[in-house]
Nanobody
Framework: QLQLVESGGGLAQPGGSLRLSCAASGLSLADYAVGWFHQAPGKEPEGISCIPHTDDPIQYADSVKGRFTISRDNGKRTVSLQMNNLNADDAGVYYC?????????????????WGQGTQVTVAS
């Protein structure tokens, strides 16, 4: 069973940055499509970015395009989400998700594996 662990959440000021990281316990994410989902308080998780493990394109939600960057790191063993120019709407829980699908989609049912989530707070 693939176990995903997110890290890097915390408190950031408006306009600040955070870098989230997703690792698979004991395994590499190199052969998985990986998505990041954001759950704002009182709302359902929404897909904000995903990266395939093929040459298919990376995807971003309009709300984060130009501010967030998803990437594979550590020899593709982990996946990071660099979040810049944060605002209050970015606050919430961020989930890493993964699936062996060839491409990636920013929809919840696409992914069989979910992490526990990491909290992001944006406040001055």
């Amino acid at each position: 069973q693939l176990q995903l662990v997110e890290s890097g959440g915390g408190l950031a000021q408006p306009g600040g940055s955070l870098r989230l990281s997703c690792a698979a316990s004991g395994l590499s994410l190199a052969d998985y499509a990986v998505g990041w989902f954001h759950q704002a308080p009182g709302k359902e998780p929404e897909g904000i970015s995903c990266i395939p493990h093929t040459d298919d394109p990376i995807q971003y939600a309009d709300s984060v395009k130009g501010r967030f960057t998803i990437s594979r790191d550590n020899g593709k063993r982990t996946v990071s989400l660099q979040m810049n120019n944060l605002n209050a709407d970015d606050a919430g829980v961020y989930y890493c998700t993964a699936d062996r699908a060839i491409s990636c989609r920013m929809i919840r049912h696409w992914y069989n594996h979910w992490g526990q989530g990491t909290q992001v707070t944006v406040a001055s």
